[in-house]
């Protein structure tokens, strides 16, 4: 499955650079069996996160943050959903968000950050009781996050 909007999504040359190192490519295309999850539960994936995750699923960034730090972005799934089997309160994101359901796509930030999207693509992150709204599509998250942009916080 492709992904026809990040085919045609410009990123920033220092994203571009972090995403060829971690082996992403334009063409780049992986099976959501990497997910390694219930078959019941990838099924019920809208189509922008099974074309976001076929494309990027499975990457993990290394990037520097403003106050020099050193961080990463992955989209494992397996292990995000792993890490965020407790404490990590996805119905009641979903509610405050607007959106009927948030599905796990990965995790920033030393795995603090549980990143989230919606049926329409719209990227949120989650760290406990805050919930913050990151961008419209996967892309513009990887560029935000990984340049260390400010996300509006949701009450």
Known sequence: MSNPTSRSFLFTPEVHHLLVEAGWHRSRTVELSHC???????????APVQAFLAEFGGLMLYFIRRDDSIAYLHFDVARAYQNSATGYPLAEYALRAGELALYIIGQAYTENLLL?????????????DSLYAIAGNGETAIEAICLDLPFR???
């Open 36 to 46: 390694r999850l219930p078959v019941s539960i990838v099924v019920g994936w809208p």
């Open 116 to 128: 989230l999207m919606s049926a329409t693509g719209q990227v949120y992150g989650g760290y406990e």
């Open 153 to 155: 916080e949701i009450p």
